[in-house]
């Protein structure tokens, strides 16, 4: 059984850090993309970042380059999202998000998705 647990949401002041993690089980981690999305009130769920399975290849949202950075450790089968300089835009329910092969922005092509975890960032 796919598992994927987000951690390290919370809520944070303009301008703060926060760095979340996604611990995979049930998956042979190496051989999937990761994926960041997240989904804010009365929006569409929309794409944060994406990594291919060692790393090689990466991608970002407009909105959070220079800002976000996704990284894999598939040593410990976790993915996380360091975020810098938030902003209240950035408040949303993060979802982690599995795909087995190649990186996508497209949410409809990730597999395995995660609980979500909550970030709020006030003003």
């Known amino acids: 059984q796919v598992q994927l647990v987000e951690s390290g949401g919370g809520l944070v002041q303009a301008g703060g850090s926060l760095r979340l993690s996604c611990a995979a089980s049930g998956l042979t981690f190496s051989t999937y993309a990761m994926g960041w999305f997240r989904q804010a009130p009365g929006k569409e769920r929309e794409f944060v970042a994406a990594?291919?399975?060692?790393?090689?290849?990466?991608n970002y949202a407009d909105s959070v380059k220079g800002r976000f950075t996704i990284s894999r450790d598939n040593a410990k089968n976790t993915v996380y999202l360091q975020m810098n300089d938030l902003k209240p835009e950035d408040t949303a329910v993060y979802y982690c998000a599995a795909r087995l092969g190649s990186l996508s922005s497209q949410g409809g092509r990730y597999g395995y998705w995660g609980q979500g975890t909550q970030v709020t960032v006030s003003s």
């Open positions: 990594i291919s399975t060692f790393g090689g290849s990466i």
